[in-house]
C-alpha cells in the first residue's frame, strides 16, 4: 500500500524515516499510516490541527531507534514491562525536537508536538490519570488516531504474531487493550475489526 505524506511536511518526513528504520520493524509503516488517518480525519471532521497532529504521527514512536534490539521487548510486545513506553516516549522527544528545529518549524507548533510524543502512550502506565493527561483535542485525537491503525488487517495479523495467539484472542486483546476518547473513532474501530477475515 503506497502512503503519501503531504507535500508541506515532507521535509519533516524526509529526515524521521531514516530514523525509524532503526526502531522496530513495523515503525515506518505505522507511522505513514497514522498520518494518513490524522490527515483524513483533519480533513474530513474539521477538528484537530494538522500542523501539529501529522508531524506528532511521523514522530511519535521515533523514540524506539533509540532503544537496544535487546532491550525493546521491556518497551513492547506481551513481556514489556508497566513503565517501559516511557522510554520511547522520552527519548522520541529529543529526537522529534532535533528534526522540528532542523527545518526550523514554527518554536508554539513545536513545542505542542514535542508535548504530545511526551506522553501519547500515557494510558498504558500504571497510576497515570487519563483525564489529567489527555487534557486537549489534539492530545485526545492523536491517541485514538494511533490506536485506530491496530485495527487494520496488516496490524491485526501482527498483533496475532506478536502475542502467539489466534483471531479471537487478538480480538480481545486490541478491544481490552485499546481506550478511545471519541465515540466516532471507537465505532469506526469496531467497523473495522468487524470487516478483518483473518
Known amino acids: 500500500m503506497k502512503i503519501k505524506i503531504p507535500k508541506k511536511y515532507q521535509k519533516i518526513w524526509k529526515l524521521t524515516e531514516p530514523v525509524l528504520k532503526k526502531g522496530r520493524k ?3 509503516v505505522h507511522c505513514k499510516q497514522t498520518a494518513e488517518l490524522v490527515f483524513n480525519y483533519v480533513n474530513k471532521n474539521k477538528k484537530g490541527d494538522a500542523d501539529v497532529l501529522i508531524p506528532v504521527a511521523m514522530m511519535h514512536d521515533i523514540g524506539h531507534a533509540a532503544i537496544l534490539p535487546q532491550h525493546m521487548k521491556y518497551v513492547t510486545g506481551p513481556e514489556k514491562l508497566s513503565g517501559g513506553k516511557l522510554v520511547h516516549m522520552l527519548a522520541g522527544t529529543k529526537i522529534a525536537d532535533k528534526i522540528l528545529r532542523n527545518v526550523k518549524y514554527p518554536a508554539n507548533k513545536r513545542e505542542e508536538i514535542i508535548d504530545i510524543i511526551s ?5 498504558q502506565i500504571k497510576g497515570v490519570d487519563v483525564n489529567k493527561t ?31 495467539c489466534g483471531p479471537a484472542k487478538a480480538v480481545s486483546l486490541l478491544m481490552k487493550g485499546t481506550r478511545f476518547f471519541l ?16
Not at 506522553?119 to 494510558?123: E, L, Q, S, W, Y
Not at 487534557?135 to 502467539?164: A, P, Q
Request: net charge negative.
Open 26 to 28: 513495523n515503525d515506518v
Open 119 to 123: 506522553m501519547h502512550d500515557f494510558d
Open 134 to 164: 489527555y487534557n486537549t483535542l489534539n492530545k485526545k485525537l492523536f491517541h485514538d488516531l494511533d490506536g485506530l491503525d491496530r485495527f487494520s488487517k496488516k496490524r491485526f495479523k501482527f498483533v496475532m504474531e506478536l502475542y502467539h
Open 183 to 198: 465515540p466516532e473513532i471507537e465505532e469506526e474501530a469496531k467497523k473495522m475489526l468487524s470487516n478483518i477475515k483473518p
